[in-house]
């Protein structure tokens, strides 16, 4: 029997059983039922745009309502009302029972509720934005400038831009994609990690396992073990993900421009190989222990390498092309989270993404290899966890 | 032929194997037998490479094992174990098709074998919800499905009831009789005496005794005789000829006495109106006690 075969027979083994589980469908369907929550949810509490309420008192508001009517856009996204007061006590009731955020008097001074809060106090904003831009065009008169010009050219980018990479310093799509895949990428090492250790430990659980290495080779068994679970966590993962972003197209709570395809097909290529390497590791330690209870302590040095390389990352990244960024393109565990970040900012070359892959594929390899050695030397230890070196050198050969 | 040659095996200060030679022939059953903890488990896994001896050499026809050879083997290991939520008939096409069998050929190996085993109407069960017997059966039909040149049981019979453990022994005297060569360890001596050609019997990793089981018994240098008598007094038992040792129960006296002793001088020794007699080559159960003592 090839290895091919062997692997095959396992991954199917494990994909058609687990789509069978019934933890798998309710974990998918309860996942998919959450994220529809976190979509609909709010549209359905706040279906309108941000209404914000000022009231004025006294003369000379005029201006400055005209102008704060124009800061609150043309597109209607903050809607402004505005409410007339002609006694100094009604208007500050209302300000006191919340009818507005804030009163404005003779155009000269404002009152508010003055609490510490957690949401920003929007009409007052708007209404010193307002009186700052009429300041200035009054300054500006001579010039015969209107109130709008003058708006344009306090929030305007003045200052044409050239970047020398020739990505578009408007366009932050790519690095948004980046990250977010970064973000993802880790979040599903985390969550499915768990997955490919128990996975591992269960042929040692339900003892089939003599049966199996009595048959195929140890690595074979794992490598089939790693591909399956691993396709059905990246399904589950990407089904989850596709079905967010598509819920937040329909409902239009986010707003996301068309999304690159280059800097998206580098990371889901990266998204696959870290999976890999970091599964790979989980893998192996799932070899070394005899009981699914001993797993998730043995599991700790694996977890710290996925957070600690994150965070790395993240450090790192803030020179795109520095030392470290370079350096940490051709670690294998770091490589997955940098490459497609330093893609999207367009700091590495492409030979530099060419060896990153293929160090990684043939470290998961290797790992898969090391971790069949383990499994097998810690195969007849049924009971206590084994140290790495005696598993390691009971194995007869892999 | 299988044939393990001075396997030996240490773990730490304990000597699991010191040189364990025996062989098992195609189209012979080998009964393997001995006290706990003598070796046999140890030994078998050596077989499939699950345990490497520190010196000795496991060949099947001559030939060092290697990893073709291991799909035409079928092995019940002493830890049983299946995937407790998968469907039998799955699970047992599984491990067919993990042996070499294309798909639709482990399916129909599956279904006759697991019919022929009484679970017909449970194809589609899940492991966990059948008996323990029940769950032996399965155990059983995985290592039978791929059709095995080479049949290693580690205590196929122990928790068997009645029935299933009759059932056993006529799959492995169909099996042994299409040529496979088995091997089975048990610590039922009648039964192994009943159903095996060959015999090995394992004392603290070394074998005592190994051959044709008719062969040993006739070659035995000890008889076994078998007396009943109308009384009840067997003080006659004490003195006779030959005598190796003696028990008493309520069939009568049961002896061991040297091969060499003349029966008809036995039977003038007996006290008393006699019953039944009989003078016959030991069992296997006196063999393997003078071994293992």
Request: proline share 4%; net charge negative.
């Amino acid at each position: 029997m090839t290895s091919w075969r062997a692997i095959g027979l396992v991954w199917r083994r494990e994909v058609t059983e687990r789509i069978r589980s019934k933890v798998f469908m309710i974990g998918t369907a309860a996942t998919l039922l959450i994220i529809t929550a976190i979509f609909v949810i709010p549209q359905l509490v706040n279906p309108g745009p941000d209404e914000v309420s000022i009231g004025v008192i006294g003369a000379d508001s005029a201006p400055i309502i005209a102008t704060a009517r124009l800061l609150a856009g043309p597109d209607d996204s903050i809607e402004l009302k505005v409410l007339e007061y002609d006694d100094m006590a009604g208007a500050e009731a209302a300000v006191e029972d919340g009818t507005i955020e804030a009163l404005l008097i003779d155009g000269t001074d404002l009152v508010t509720l003055g609490q510490g809060s957690f949401s920003s106090n929007v009409g007052s904003e708007l209404l010193q934005e307002a009186a700052a831009a009429n300041a200035v065009e009054q300054l500006v008169a001579e010039t015969g400038m209107t109130s709008e010009q003058v708006i344009e050219l306090m929030t305007g980018e003045l200052l044409e831009t050239r970047t020398l990479s020739g990505v578009s310093a408007d366009d932050p799509t790519r690095e948004i994609v980046a990250y977010a895949g970064l973000m993802l990428m880790y979040m599903a090492i985390l969550m499915y990690g768990t997955w490919t250790l128990a996975g591992v430990t269960e042929e040692k659980s339900n003892r089939v396992v003599e049966i199996l290495v009595s048959t195929i080779q140890p690595w074979q068994l794992l490598t089939g073990k790693v591909t399956g679970i691993g396709t059905l966590a990246i399904g589950q993962f990407a089904l989850t993900v596709g079905y967010g972003l598509a819920l937040s197209r329909l409902t239009g709570s986010v707003d996301l421009a068309d999304v690159p395809l280059d800097s998206a097909a580098m990371v889901i290529l990266w998204f696959v190989l870290g999976f890999a390497i970091y599964s790979v590791m989980f893998a192996g330690v799932g070899a070394l222990v005899s009981r699914a209870e001993d797993a998730s302590s043995a599991s700790t040095p694996v977890t710290i390498a996925a957070v600690g390389s994150f965070m790395i990352t993240i450090v790192t990244l803030n020179e795109p092309s520095g030392l470290t960024a370079q350096i940490a393109t051709f670690v294998p565990f770091t490589a997955p989270y940098v490459v497609p970040v330093r893609f999207a900012l367009d700091a590495i070359a492409w030979w530099e993404i060419v060896f990153a892959a293929l160090i990684t594929i043939a470290t998961a390899y290797l790992l898969i290899r090391v971790a069949g050695r383990i499994y097998r030397g810690a195969l007849l230890s049924y009971g206590a966890r084994l140290k790495l070196r005696e598993a390691w050198s009971s194995a007869t050969d892999t | 032929m299988l044939e393990l040659t001075n396997l030996t095996k240490r773990y730490g200060t304990v000597q699991a194997l010191d040189g364990c030679t025996f062989a098992v022939r195609r189209g012979r059953m080998l009964g393997f037998v001995g006290p706990n903890g003598a070796g046999k488990t140890t030994t078998m896994r050596c077989v499939f490479g699950l345990v490497k001896p520190d010196a000795g050499s496991v060949t099947w026809k001559s030939q060092p094992i290697g990893p073709a050879d291991l799909l035409t083997f079928g092995y019940m290991p002493e830890q049983r174990g299946l995937y407790p939520k998968m469907r039998i008939a799955d699970q047992v096409a599984y491990f067919g098709e993990l042996h070499g069998l294309s798909r639709s050929e482990s399916k129909a190996a599956t279904e006759s074998w697991l019919t022929r085993l009484g679970l017909g109407e449970r194809l589609d069960d899940r492991l966990e919800q059948l008996s323990h017997g029940n769950q032996q059966r399965v155990q059983l039909a995985t290592a039978l499905v791929h059709d095995p040149d080479l049949l290693v049981l580690d205590e196929p019979f122990s928790g068997l009831d009645p029935q299933a453990a009759d059932l056993m022994s006529e799959v492995l005297r169909e099996r042994s009789a299409a040529g496979v060569a088995v091997v089975f360890s048990s610590h039922q001596l009648d039964l192994v005496e009943d159903l095996c050609e060959d015999v090995a019997v394992i004392n603290v990793g070394r074998i005592v005794l190994t051959g044709d089981l008719a062969e040993l018994k006739r070659a035995s240098s000890v008889r076994r005789l078998h007396v009943s008598t109308a009384g009840s007094d067997h003080g006659w038992a004490r003195h006779l000829p030959g005598l190796i040792s003696v028990e008493q129960n309520h069939q009568g006296v049961v002896a061991i006495i040297e091969s060499g002793v003349d029966p008809a001088t036995l039977l003038a020794a007996v006290d008393g109106s006699i019953e039944s007699f009989s003078f016959s080559p030991p069992s296997l159960t006196d063999l393997y006690r003078e071994a293992v003592q």
